[in-house]
């Protein structure tokens, strides 16, 4: 049975070195155990289903981004509380990202609120990047659209993993941002994949997209060649003052039809349960992990939003019986 199942999800991808968004959409639409399973058969078939891989994210440039991301309580047009910052000292970075270290993360995430990195900007996030590296921890920088050598630059730092989502469908994108198109966000994926970085690239659910589009943005991140290898799957944060406040959430398994197909389309790729944990509950985040997914924001905080507890997860994990990545 198990076979039948694992061969059945390899004729969808020998049958073309792309998924069609029809392809996936077929998927979306399987019963919901049929498609948990074939998710855990492939699951299991690359990974060890028992580990989770934690990855601590901190905010160095907190607010007053001048981007329109709908979703987003860091763009300084909407009123959501969040001050505009100046970029984190040298000290308090580091500080941070010991603490993560000891507290069991092997991934340490540094989030900016810009367009982009200027090239003076990036020159200071360079020795923070050193610096998190020479801890021992894998580096993850996701500082917004980079130009051309900065990807290079970031690299030569120790910059291990670059952080850029195509966020949704390119067809369902126009309703979200008007600041930057989809083509922008593929030309800073591709710089970054030149430059020899891991590629994390995601997306959003929850906006008041359709299933075809979430599909579409599935199709589009496992088109990408290669896949991204980490790919962080998040439910929108609702804050007060972003336009997509508000939005009616979406259905729980239909979150976790997502995470399913996201690993049966990128068999090898780690799938992060990523923002808006706190809203699915632990009996949603066990099925989570159940269809793929292999990778948690783990610490108390997101970016500018709040996170469950470092305590309460590493409860969640014991109960389940999965062990952090080490
Ligand atoms: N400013 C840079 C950029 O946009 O590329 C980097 C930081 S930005 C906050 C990184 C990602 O966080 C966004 O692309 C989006 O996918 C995610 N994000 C932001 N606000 C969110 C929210 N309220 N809920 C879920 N994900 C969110
Ligand atoms: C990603 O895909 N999700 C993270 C990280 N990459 C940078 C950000 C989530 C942000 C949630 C809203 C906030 O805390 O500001
Ligand atoms: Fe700015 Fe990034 Fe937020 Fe968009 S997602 S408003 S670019 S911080």
């Not at 995430?109 to 801890?135: F, I, N, S, T, Y």
């Not at 979406?250 to 389309?265: G, H, K, L, N, W």
């Not at 269809?291 to 997860?313: C, E, R, V």
Request: net charge negative; charged share 20%.
């Amino acid at each position: 049975m198990d076979t039948a199942v694992s061969l059945n999800s390899a004729e969808h991808q020998v049958a073309g070195p792309s998924w069609s968004v029809e392809a996936v959409l077929e998927l979306f639409e399987l019963p919901f155990n049929d498609l948990l399973h074939r998710a855990h058969v492939v699951h299991r078939a690359h990974f060890d289903p028992n580990t989770v891989q934690l990855s601590t994210l901190l905010s160095i440039k907190t607010g007053g981004c001048p981007e329109d991301c709908q979703y987003c309580p860091q763009a300084k047009r909407y009123n959501t509380g969040v001050e505009d910052e100046p970029l984190m000292s040298h000290e308090a970075v580091l500080a941070a990202a010991t603490a993560a270290k000891a507290n069991g993360a092997t991934r340490f995430c540094m989030g900016a609120a810009w367009r982009g990195p200027k090239q003076r900007d990036l020159e200071q996030v360079l020795p923070l990047v050193a610096a998190v590296h020479g801890l021992g921890l894998q580096t993850c920088a996701t500082l917004g659209l980079l130009k051309d050598g900065q990807a290079e630059q970031l690299k030569e730092s120790g910059l291990d993993y670059y952080n850029h989502n195509l966020d949704t469908a390119p067809e369902f994108y126009g309703k979200i941002i008007s600041t930057r198109d989809y083509q922008d966000r593929l030309d800073t994926l591709e710089r970054v994949r030149h430059a020899g970085l891991r590629v994390c690239c995601g997306g959003i659910v929850g906006m008041g997209e359709n299933r075809a589009q979430r599909a579409g943005l599935i199709a589009q991140l496992a088109n990408l060649d290669p896949a991204p290898e980490s790919v962080p799957i998040n439910n929108l944060v609702q804050v007060e003052g972003t336009p997509l406040h508000g939005r009616e959430p979406i259905d729980p398994f239909e979150f976790v039809r997502m995470i399913a197909v996201a690993r049966i389309t990128m068999p090898e790729s780690y799938v992060r349960l990523s923002a808006g944990r706190r809203e699915l509950g632990e009996g949603v985040q066990a099925l989570c992990f159940f269809a793929g997914a292999n990778s948690i924001f783990y610490g108390d905080k997101l970016l500018t939003t709040g996170n469950p507890d470092a305590q309460a997860d590493r409860n969640l994990m014991t109960r389940l019986g999965i062990v952090p990545e080490g």
